[in-house]
Structure formats: structure tokens, C-alpha cells
């Protein structure tokens, strides 16, 4: 069965700071998501990718997809604390169903 | 706004006593997703509905039980909670397969 790794755990970061989050595959990722996940909340989508080297944009946040298509990184530039919570990679896998990594809580600190 | 609504957003149940969160979208969606997320896990898909077509997960057990009367609507029943069915719920929606996920704001389940 497919796994996705998300690295960190947990990540700590001063504000305006960069910080990189990664989510490795066990198998070719044919749609790879990224959602952030307040405490106790639902999953809020930011950005999908489906192409090998694909790389997306929105506002301060960057996700690609490498050419192999097993690794995804987000990459947030000028950390703020609005940016702090869980993020979370999610993956399609056959049969209409999407499968989610443990996810990386991000603190930001003032 | 079209939006994923599920009630209510924290329900406190006892053990062994059934329970029914609840699920609605606005958005027309064809497949509509529940899952389930311990603290510090990922959220582990239960079952999902494709239109009427309901697809349950191998390892999903018996006791989580799901209804979908129209395209509006999704439940998911628990028939006899236990203590480690103690998690957030989470309902999701999806306009067709590789569209990505529209998720509510969840369900925290308490078993007392």
C-alpha cells in the first residue's frame, strides 16, 4: 500500500523566516495535495499538483512536485504567524480515494 | 457560500450508546468522504460515496455504519462507541475523482 512521510514532525520557526515542509512517497504520486489543518479544525486545500516538476504558487506559499514524482516540498517565504498550524500532504491512490501523511505542525514565533 | 457543514462540532457521547454525526454540502459534489483523525494521525478514510455507489475501507470496522439519502446529505452512524472511537470526524466532498477534497470543519467525538 502507498505511504506518504511528511519531515519534520513538528517545525519551529522565528517570523520572517523561510521553512521548507517535505512529503516523500513510497509510490509514484499521480495528484499530490497540500492542505493546512488549524487545531481541532477541518482541512483547508491550498494547492494540488499532478505533473512531474510542476511547481505552484500562492501568495507566500510554493509547492513542486520533483520530476520523479515521489517527493513534494512547501516552501513558505517570510514566515507570519497566520501561517502557523498543521500542514498536511494527501495523495490519490486508485479507487477514488485520496490518503493523507501525518502531517507537520509549523509554530511561528513573534 | 457553498461550503461542507457538519453538526455539530463537538458531541459527547456514552459508551456503547449510538451516535449520528451529520454532513451536508452546497457544492453538488458526486462523492462525499468520511474520515476519521486521531490526535497526531493522519485522517484515515472510512468509506466514501460515489453518487449512491457506497465504497467501504477493508479495514473500516462494523460498527461505523454510513447513509447518503440524497446528494446533499451524508451520515455517519456509530452504532456502539467505544472509548478509541474518541476522534475528530471529518467530512469531506469531491466534484469527481482527482478534483482534491473539500473538507467540513469536522466533528470532535468524546466517549465517555
Known amino acids: 500500500s502507498q505511504e506518504l512521510e511528511q519531515s519534520p514532525q513538528s517545525l519551529i520557526v522565528q517570523e520572517g523566516k523561510n521553512l521548507t515542509i517535505n512529503c516523500t512517497s513510497s509510490?509514484?504520486?499521480?495528484?499530490l495535495y497540500w492542505y493546512k489543518q488549524k487545531y481541532g479544525e477541518g482541512l483547508i486545500f491550498l494547492m494540488m499538483l499532478q505533473k512531474g516538476g510542476e511547481e505552484k504558487s500562492h501568495e507566500k506559499i510554493t509547492a513542486k512536485l520533483d520530476e520523479k514524482k515521489q517527493q513534494s516540498s512547501l516552501h513558505i517565504t517570510a514566515s507570519q504567524p497566520s501561517h502557523a498550524g498543521i500542514y498536511l500532504c494527501?495523495?490519490?491512490?486508485?479507487?477514488?480515494?485520496?490518503?493523507f501523511g501525518k502531517g507537520t505542525r509549523l509554530h511561528i514565533l513573534p | 457560500d457553498a461550503m461542507v457543514i457538519q453538526n455539530p462540532r463537538y458531541q459527547v457521547t456514552q459508551f456503547g450508546k449510538p451516535v449520528t454525526l451529520s454532513c451536508s454540502q452546497t457544492l453538488n459534489h458526486n462523492v462525499m468522504y468520511w474520515y476519521q483523525q486521531k490526535s497526531s494521525q493522519a485522517p484515515k478514510l472510512l468509506f466514501h460515496?460515489?453518487?449512491?455507489?457506497?465504497?467501504n475501507e477493508a479495514d473500516t470496522p462494523d460498527n461505523f455504519q454510513s447513509r447518503r439519502p440524497n446528494t446533499s446529505f451524508c451520515f455517519l452512524d456509530i452504532r456502539s462507541p467505544g472509548l478509541g472511537d474518541a476522534a475528530m470526524y471529518l467530512c469531506?466532498?469531491?466534484?469527481?475523482?482527482?478534483?482534491?477534497?473539500?473538507f467540513g470543519s469536522g466533528t470532535q467525538l468524546s466517549v465517555l
Open positions: 494527501g495523495a490519490d491512490i486508485a479507487d477514488d480515494k485520496i490518503i
Open positions: 460515496y460515489y453518487d449512491k455507489d457506497f465504497n
Open positions: 469531506a466532498t469531491s466534484r469527481d475523482t482527482g478534483r482534491g477534497l473539500f
Open positions: 509510490k509514484t504520486l499521480y495528484g
